[in-house]
């Protein structure tokens, strides 16, 4: 009796732990090792300005709500503002669809759909908000001899998540929908933004790589010098539907200056000029975030990030 107890126990553990090594096998991205480094440029308000970077890596494993998760870790060259998420993040892979912890909810949600097609849809919850994504076209590209899907999508207003997912790499412009911070947290930042994929790596061998720029590059944009003299105060931001304008120097009183508002596509929606105080009607514009640009003498002098309530 006590041996047929001890087989059966021993049957029990070998179970469980084939059923545990099936759950690890079953999450195969992102491996151990990988890395993400995207582009960090700065807005308007910060001189001389910059471009930076942030790594984003898998650091190991943990169990969250008895799932197998991988710990993600972001580590910013420059110190950035708080909507640029939390240092620490937790995702799981599950047949080609990759889950995001959700800290404030305690709840996974779905971050990336692989096996998306188009028209497909999903939502994604961060913090106490969530907002739709949707996929508007997809296409494969060859990427070191293997064939990946690319989702392009966009989201609800104002664009949180907009831009392409490139299968097993991840989003090609923010690897984590941060934008949403800024809605759902009530709060504005006008210091930074992520502005682009420059490497996905696997095990120290590079996997993707966009662009020429080496994936830890920072450096000052010192070639500007009017920023330094047209001190622009820009506000409020928040705003409600006006936007006011001021540019602090008195040796350009007379001056115009160009404004144009961009959504977060990049599509041009607003174009005006102001002087040296002045307020801009906005209340066409929905709620959401856009971009604002000062230009004189056909250079871009000022950029911020602003929201309308």
């Known amino acids: 009796m006590r041996q047929t107890q001890f087989l059966l126990l021993r049957l029990v553990l070998l179970l469980f732990l084939i059923s545990g090594l099936k759950a690890a096998l079953a999450q195969t991205w992102p491996p151990n090792e990988a890395e993400w480094y995207y582009k960090v440029s700065s807005m308007g308000g910060v ?3 910059y471009v930076s970077y942030q ?3 898998v650091e190991g494993d943990t169990v969250i709500n008895s799932q197998n998760c991988k710990i993600i870790t972001r580590q910013n060259e ?5 909507n640029m998420g939390r240092t620490t993040e937790y995702i799981y892979e599950e047949n080609s669809k990759v889950y995001w912890y959700n800290t404030e909810t305690e709840t996974f949600t779905l971050l990336y759909d692989f096996t998306a097609e188009q028209g497909d849809t999903w939502s994604i919850s961060v913090d106490n908000c969530s907002f739709d994504v949707f996929v508007d076209s997809i296409n494969y590209i060859s990427i070191n001899g293997v064939q990946r899907k690319k989702l392009h999508i966009t989201s609800d207003e104002p664009y949180y998540f907009s831009g392409s997912i490139i299968e097993n790499i991840g989003h090609t412009t923010s690897m984590f929908p941060d934008d ?3 809605e759902c947290n009530g709060a504005a930042c006008d ?3 992520l502005d682009g994929l420059r490497c996905y790596l696997e095990d120290n061998s590079m996997i993707y790589k966009p662009g020429d720029v080496a994936c830890d ?4 944009i010192t070639s500007n010098s009017r920023l330094d003299k047209d001190k622009i105060t820009l506000g409020p931001n928040p705003f409600e539907n006006i936007l006011k304008v001021q540019v602090n120097n008195t040796k350009t009183k007379s001056r115009q200056y160009r404004y144009s508002i961009y959504n977060m596509l990049g599509r041009n929606l607003l174009n005006g000029k102001v002087t040296l105080n002045s307020t801009i009607d906005l209340s066409n514009l929905n709620t959401g975030i856009y971009i604002f640009l000062l230009e004189s003498s056909n250079r871009i002098i000022y950029k911020q990030k602003i929201m309308k309530k």
């Open 55 to 57: 790594n984003i890596a």
């Open 78 to 82: 420059q110190a950035l503002c708080d």
């Open 217 to 220: 590059t920072s450096y000052l």
């Open 180 to 182: 949403i911070y800024w």
């Open 47 to 49: 001189y001389p300005p």
């Open 191 to 193: 210091s930074d933004y």
